[in-house]
């Protein structure tokens, strides 16, 4: 057997147990404590379950939108080393414009308004 092989069925086996092991180990009964929820160590005021506002979801949204900007336009430095530099450099400024423009979007309808 070779080095993978062996490699392979060591991480088998020991996945095998390791599943065998989570799903006998825990309790199945749990107590009034256990399905409980938990605050603090208070008895719970109000419900858990309060809707979200929808700004949070626009905000995070926008951080996404911006996060994946960034990620896009991290390897352009390493563009200037194509054959058509101004190519990269073309598309790049085209989402930039395209990104701006969804931002100047957002605030003029007034999705980045906190209070109204």
Do not use: H
Not at 9 to 22: Q, R
């Amino acid at each position: 057997m070779n080095l993978v092989m062996i490699m392979m069925l060591i991480a088998s086996i020991l996945s095998v147990v390791l599943a065998l092991v989570a799903f006998w180990l825990p309790q199945m009964t749990p107590d009034y404590e256990k399905l409980s929820p938990y605050e603090c160590g208070f008895d719970p005021v109000g419900s858990a379950r309060l809707p979200f506002s929808l700004r949070f979801f626009l905000v995070a949204i926008l951080f996404l939108l911006f996060d994946l900007e960034i990620a896009l336009l991290l390897p352009l430095p390493w563009g200037d080393q194509l054959s058509s530099p101004l190519t990269t450099f073309t598309w790049a400024s085209l989402v930039l414009i395209l990104l701006t423009l969804g931002l100047v979007y957002e605030w003029i309808q007034g999705g980045l308004e906190w209070a109204e």
